[in-house]
Each structure stands twice: as C-alpha cells, then as structure tokens.
C-alpha cells in the first residue's frame, strides 16, 4: 500500500512540502483572509473548526518524550492552523492519556471530545470518571456512546453529566455503513447534540438518510474514516491529482480533494482524520481554506476513485 507521503511528495512537490515547514509549528498561512472553515453546532450556535484530528491508533503510544514529541507537532500544528477538535476515546488504548498529556497548557485552545463504551451505568461511570481523570480536565466538551453499546443506560448518565455542567454535548458514534439504520432509529428517538459516523468517497451510503436527517433535525455531524483507513490513497495509486483539483477546488493533494469531498456536503460539521504527523496535519487543515465542490465537481471526483 502506497505511503500518505508518497502521495504528498507526488502531488505537491518537493517545493510543496518545504513550504509546510514553516507551519511546524506557526502554520504562516493560518491568518489567511478566509480562515480556516468553521460551522455551527445546531444545538448551540457555537462555531467548530470544521477539520480535527483522530486519535484512533495514532495516539496509542507510550506516555514517554521519545513518543509524545512528534504528537506535541501535531497538537501545535492543530492549534497554530485554528483548529480546536480532537476526538478520542478510552477504547484506543493509551489515547486519551495522551491526549491529557499533550493538552496540557492548552486546554482552553481545545474542543475535547471523549467516549464511553461500556455495559451497565456502573461500568460506564467509572470509564467516564477515568476519561476525565486520563484528559487531565473538569470538563469534557463532547461526550458520545461509542458505536451505539448500551445506548439507552449511557445517553440518561450523559445526559446527567450533563445538566451537571461536565458535559457541555453528548451523542452518539459508529463506524459502519451497516449501523447507519441503527444510527438513525437513535436519533429519531433521542434528542442529541452529535452523531458522528463514517463517510469518505469511498463510502456514501450515509448520503442517503443519515446527512439529510442530520441537516433536517439540526444534529451536529462528525465524519469518521474519511480516507477509510488509507484505502483511499491506494484507489489513486500512481496517478496524478488532475490540474482542476488544484486550479478550481484550491486542492494540493489528495487527502485536500478527499476533504474537500466531505465537507461540501453542508450537513457535515466537521472532519477528524487521524494522524502522527504534523506535515499531514498540515495538509489536512489546508482541506479547510478555499473552495468547495459543486456537485458536478463532486461526481468528478467520485470517479477519480473508481
């Protein structure tokens, strides 16, 4: 399977990639006159910095400075692009201690979100008593029940914490287009602030319903897997980011074209790839400046990953 860089060197350039260094990170272009894309949470009126960063995998390290150093660049690279959304959760190993530990110091800059993924009310308390004491936080900004496990029980104890003041959102994940279904019965019985859920060019199905439901209903979307775990880059394995990516959708690369893709659709709230890298950071917080595709643009390139 081809490297994210491979396709970054091959679709930027060197000169490209030596113009990111300036953004480890100061990120120059972070004043630029349009700013990086932020829509409104429904429930709230609040604007959320529509790209943020994933956690699952990438974070799951040692709580030790050899580890924590190239993460620290990502987290500064976050931030120095105007950036603030970071997801994780206890279930991605030692994620959410790393988080907490590079959050330090910049908690306010920061719109955390956690999950809980456990069985009974009991279980889940304690995970979410142990997800605040791992984030090293008062308040979490965004707590969701993670791909739907004891929804019932878990949405009453959010929904507590909630009126409590530790929680300013609660919600609802999954992963799968097999649980979209699943998805949508949940939030036409409960009144959430968040669903998040996979979409990517390569997945769609969530086109159907569950963006147009979420757009209706005015639910916030936070969109998994946008490169479906970096199946993506291999579908565009050796060919180049056509001329009109970059001359019509201000796309350098194709992680921005993948982006771009989802955030076109105006239902999605925001994007949170994962990444270990500040230079993909970087490039992923690019997919937030300049413009989005039309649908005609769209469906080119949807057939672009055919």
Request: glycine fraction near 8%.
């Amino acid at each position: 399977m081809p490297t994210r860089r491979r396709f970054l060197q091959h679709t930027t350039g060197v000169a490209a990639l030596a113009a990111l260094g300036p953004l480890l990170p100061n990120l120059s272009w972070a004043a630029d006159s349009g700013g990086l894309l932020r829509r409104r949470i429904p429930s709230s009126g609040e604007l959320l910095p529509a790209i943020g960063l994933g956690t699952s995998r990438t974070h799951d390290v040692p709580l030790d400075e050899a580890h924590l150093a190239p993460l620290r660049e990502v987290m500064a690279t976050l931030i120095g692009g105007g950036a603030s959304l970071v997801d994780t959760a206890p279930s991605y190993g030692r994620a959410e201690a790393v988080c907490g530990a590079l959050a330090t110091g910049a908690r306010d800059k920061l719109f955390l979100a956690s999950k809980v993924s456990s069985s009974g009310r009991e279980a889940g308390l304690r995970q979410i008593e142990a997800s605040f004491a791992d984030l090293k936080t008062e308040r979490i900004d965004l707590l969701q029940v993670h791909n739907l496990q004891d929804t019932e029980t878990q949405l009453k104890l959010l929904r507590e914490l909630k009126e409590q003041g530790k929680v300013r959102y609660i919600g609802v994940t999954h992963y799968l287009d097999s649980a979209h279904e699943r998805l949508l019965e949940v939030l036409r019985r409960e009144p959430l602030d968040f669903v998040q859920f996979n979409y990517s060019i390569g997945e769609r199905n969530a086109e159907r319903e569950l963006l147009p439901f979420c757009a209706d209903k005015g639910i916030a979307v936070m969109i998994n897997r946008p490169f479906q775990r970096a199946a993506l880059f291999d579908r565009v394995r050796g060919k180049d980011l056509p001329e009109w990516a970059r001359a019509e959708l201000d796309a350098g690369s194709w992680a921005r074209l993948m982006l771009k893709y989802i955030l076109a659709n105006p239902a999605v709230t925001a994007v949170i790839p994962a990444t270990s890298k500040a230079r993909y950071m970087a490039d992923n917080l690019q997919a937030g400046h300049g413009r989005l595709p039309d649908e005609g643009q769209r469906r080119r390139i949807v057939e672009l990953f055919a």
